[in-house]
């Protein structure tokens, strides 16, 4: 059971807009940012996003993130084939004193 | 562009030891935070364990705690992680991941490895 929350699926249909969430408590996603990360079928994981909302170089604009309360999102629109992957939020846990992933969702374009 | 090349993987029953090995290069490694993080098969991320630039503070997961160990040799650039007593939920791809400066208060980790398979088997 991880300690961030996220749906395990998610899909749109080509030039769509979707949203995936990630769920945590005040332990987490309140006091710390969130961090995405894209994983490929078959490769490894990839760093995304960071500080909520900052993408790393060469991520499309068309992906976006948010924070606030408990929660987090990640934002994708205009969705693309090259999008199906799996994605995972992570964050600080105080309680634990350690980073955690959430669960991952499945993106799915159709 | 900064190289994880993670190895020592492999094949073992239940209740033996592995160690892996992960190098890094193009990097000030001695300037970097490492992490190891699993993927059992058909599973998420979960996170191992992480160890700091210096090599004084460390994370180790509530899941492998007191059965793996995380450390570093910054005159070889490399990082290890010590497997003991381990189990069959242990099986996963073992990834190497690193980022700039300190680890506490992050989920970030800028650069990974491909990753090595780990099978605990009987």
């Known amino acids: 059971q991880s300690v961030l929350t996220q749906p395990p699926s998610v899909s749109g249909a080509p030039r769509q807009r979707v949203t995936i969430s990630c769920s945590g408590n005040s332990s987490n996603i309140v006091k710390n940012a969130v961090t995405w990360y894209q994983q490929v079928p078959g490769k490894a994981p990839k760093l995304l996003m960071y500080y909520d909302n900052l993408k790393t170089a060469g991520v499309s604009d068309r992906f976006s993130g948010s924070r606030s309360g408990t929660s987090a999102s990640l934002a994708i629109s205009g969705l693309q084939s090259e999008d199906e992957a799996d994605y995972y939020c992570a964050t600080w846990d105080d309680s634990l004193n350690g980073p955690v992933f959430g669960g991952g969702t499945k993106l799915t374009v159709l | 562009q900064v190289q994880l090349v993670e190895s020592g993987g492999g094949v073992v029953p239940p209740g033996r030891s592995l160690r892996l090995s992960c190098t890094a290069s193009r990097i000030s490694f001695s300037n970097y935070a490492l992490h190891w993080i699993r993927q059992a098969p058909g599973k998420g991320l979960e996170w191992v364990a992480v160890?700091?630039?210096?090599?004084?503070?460390?994370y180790v997961a509530g899941s492998v705690k007191g059965r793996f160990t995380i450390s570093r040799d910054n005159s070889k650039n490399m990082v290890y992680l010590q497997m003991n007593s381990l189990r069959i939920e242990d099986t996963a791809v073992y990834y190497c991941?690193?980022?700039?400066?300190?680890?506490?208060?992050?989920?970030?980790?800028?650069?990974w490895g491909q990753g090595t398979s780990v099978t605990v088997s009987s």
């Open positions: 160890i700091s630039s210096d090599g004084s503070d460390d």
């Open positions: 991941a690193s980022r700039r400066g300190g680890f506490s208060g992050s989920g970030r980790t800028d650069y």
